[in-house]
Nanobody
């Protein structure tokens, strides 16, 4: 089992910045990818960004491109999401997720991920 714990959530004014962290513990399997998703009550969970562990390649949702940066510290088993120029529509609960293998699905499909954190909430006020 892999346990994921997010931190770094909070409240911020529009235009501000936050950095989320996701620390992995437990069984240390090699991971294929690690991602951030977010969810607003009443809406489906939305993929935000993914980082592929071996290649370092990253992909972002159009809504956050140019404002958010995903990164991994593989030695520490930690995933980060640096969020700049935050908007009110970025408000939500952010989850990190880990995929152990590639089965050919889309990075934005939450079914591709086997382990999830409990979420950390951010609120952006305008």
């Amino acid at each position: 089992q892999v346990r994921l714990v997010e931190s770094g959530g909070g409240s911020v004014q529009a235009g501000g910045s936050l950095t989320l962290s996701c620390k992995a513990s437990g069984d240390t399997y090699p991971t294929y990818s690690r991602a951030w998703f977010r969810q607003v009550p009443g809406k489906e969970r939305e993929a935000v960004a993914v980082s592929y562990t071996r290649s370092g390649h990253t992909v972002y949702a159009d809504s956050v491109k140019g404002r958010f940066t995903i990164s991994q510290d593989n030695a520490k088993g930690t995933l980060f999401l640096k969020m700049n120029s935050l908007k009110s529509e970025d408000t939500g609960t952010y989850y990190c997720a880990v995929s152990l293998y590639d089965d050919g699905g889309s990075w934005s499909d939450d079914n591709e991920y086997q382990y999830w954190g409990q979420g950390t909430r951010i609120t952006v006020s305008s």
